[in-house]
């Protein structure tokens, strides 16, 4: 009787199984980001300390000069994120900017569009031509103002005095913001951080770049959220060199960040 009873058991168990319990994952699944990666560098820089690998979360930026981007083969490299030029002044659209920003998205890479700025014309019309450009987009992570001083422009060589650069980045930041119900991101060089006194400009969350020292070496005390720490990166689906990027926390302050930039 009892063996009757577990032959009987094991048929029902059996019963409950299907194919696609027994199945293998599908290889169709999306990959997931590698964390803590350590890409290849064509030119690399000799760390003595605080070197970017020691980082969980990494990145890259891209604009025109990054075409056909292969997102999957990027995002299982390691890319968690992508900061996407959209705009330049207030006439220049990016020409690859709706093809990375819609592929990053279907890849599962979050990403966020950046205006580059041009001190020939307004800020405020600048901010209209970035929002005119860049759909609001809740998944997206906040827009980023990319400021750095462009002496190879052939347009427009001006440079205004710090006060007047700190009062036309405002404008921009506070048009943006309101428009996206998210606070800018900054981008910026070590130069235009110092000529421009970005020390006492407060209140936003910092991408700096630094690519021959830590950014506690070359902006001091500084908080940043995001670091750029070379131009020469070598990264799996972006053909030639890629500016590569860290997020200043942990994977799990990371995964906290996104769900409160990204709704």
Not at 43 to 63: F, K, L, N, R
Not at 202 to 224: D, N, Q
Not at 255 to 263: D, G, S
Request: proline fraction near 8%; glycine fraction near 6%; charge should be positive.
């Amino acid at each position: 009787m009892r063996r009757f009873a577990a032959f009987i058991l094991l048929t029902l168990l059996g019963a409950c199984s299907t194919v696609d319990d027994l199945a293998p994952p599908s290889s169709g699944a999306p990959s997931v980001a590698v964390r803590a990666p350590r890409f290849d560098d064509s030119d690399p820089h000799e760390w003595d300390s605080g070197a970017p690998w020691s980082y969980a979360v990494h990145g890259t930026d891209v604009s025109k000069y990054q075409t056909s981007v292969d997102w999957p083969a990027a995002r299982a490299s390691g890319i968690s994120f992508v900061f996407v030029k959209a705009t330049e002044g207030g006439d220049r659209f990016d020409a690859y900017f709706n093809e990375h920003w819609s592929r990053t998205k279907a890849a599962g890479i979050p990403r966020a569009a950046y205006h580059f700025y041009y001190f020939c014309t307004p800020a405020a019309t600048q901010a209209r031509w970035f929002i005119q450009n860049v759909p609001r987009d809740r998944s997206a992570m906040p827009p980023v103002l990319d400021m750095e001083w462009n002496p190879q422009s052939p347009t427009c060589k001006l440079r205004p005095n710090a006060a007047t650069v700190r009062s036309e980045m405002s404008t921009f930041l506070e048009i943006v913001e309101k428009h996206y119900g998210k606070k800018p991101i900054i981008y910026t060089s070590i130069d235009f951080f110092d000529d421009n006194g970005l020390s006492a400009f407060r209140g936003y969350p910092y991408w700096l770049r630094s690519v021959a020292g830590h950014p506690r070496k070359r902006y001091g005390s500084h908080p940043f959220t995001f670091w750029q720490y070379t131009g020469t990166g070598i990264v799996p689906g972006i053909s030639g060199k890629a500016d590569i990027n860290v997020f200043n926390g942990s994977e799990a302050t990371w995964n906290k960040w996104l769900r409160q930039n990204t709704r």
